[in-house]
């Protein structure tokens, strides 16, 4: 339990890491971007801060899935993880529509050229959201948590808009005259690519809440672990279910149909504590003895 509540607390810090810094370039894309005369650089600004709440969401969601069981809640609060997932992705899409409109709106309108030094300020955006979209992404694999993966995506879809934003204000001032639009139009094209990836993370995440088989190998160990096991005779099913960053598993096994209920639950119970002790990442193991079964009744299922 201790090393589990030490992964929630190492996805918060890492998760309000980048607040910090979605927070910081926020406020120097903004400046930037109206002195500048960029709106490529000023939409790139509100993603940042649109970061920044949708961090907090995932900050949210990390603390109350941490929390412990309680009466009303038997199976932890491990849902609210991906459900920060889900509502931080849907702000992902909303965010996308709401730059395609204002792009169209400023190429129906166009401004004047950006100015030369707002390419500076996005390649070091874009250095810094690359850096912090590897930082957040590998720790949300190492703890297998789908709403910091969400969160990291968010910092690699600022780094897109901003290398647009930086291809379309190349193209502008190169371009001079009649080439004013282009950044509006880096902005308008790389709101897609938002899009995109927020429908993508959506759906791992809403995959989550509803229970879909984990892609782990968690099924695997526990059938290894059984053969070590004095009295399982065999594995005719393992479920497995993620709940925040814990699994939970509900196993049925074989066992000799001959043996007391006391000797069933006592070979039960060993198994139980040997997974629990090889794999940290499991929360508890529901645990259902079937009698062993004769020779042509074993078609599907596993035997040691």
Known sequence: MKEEFSYYKRGIRTSFTGVIVNLLLAIIKLITGIVGSSFALIADAVESATDIFKSLIVILGL?????????????????????????????????????????????????????????????LVIATKEILFRFVFKVGEEIESQSLKTDAWHHRSDAITSFAAFIGITISLIGGEGFESADD??????????????????IPAFNEIMDIKPKTDIDEKIKEISKNVEGVKGIESAYVRKMGLDYYVDLHIIVDGDISVREGHKIAHNLKERIMMEDKRIADILIHIEPEESKDEKDGIFYK
């Open 185 to 202: 139009w880096a902005a308008f094209f790389a709101s897609f690519i938002i899009l995109f990836n927020g429908i993508r993370l959506f």
């Open 63 to 123: 603390k109350i899935a941490s929390k412990a069981k309680d009466e009303d809640h038997p199976y932890g609060h491990g849902k609210a993880e991906p459900l920060a997932g889900v509502i931080v992705a849907i702000g992902f899409i909303l965010a996308a529509f709401g730059i395609i409109l204002e792009s169209l709106k400023e190429i129906r309108n166009p401004h004047t050229t950006p100015a030369w030094y707002t390419l500076l300020v996005l390649i």
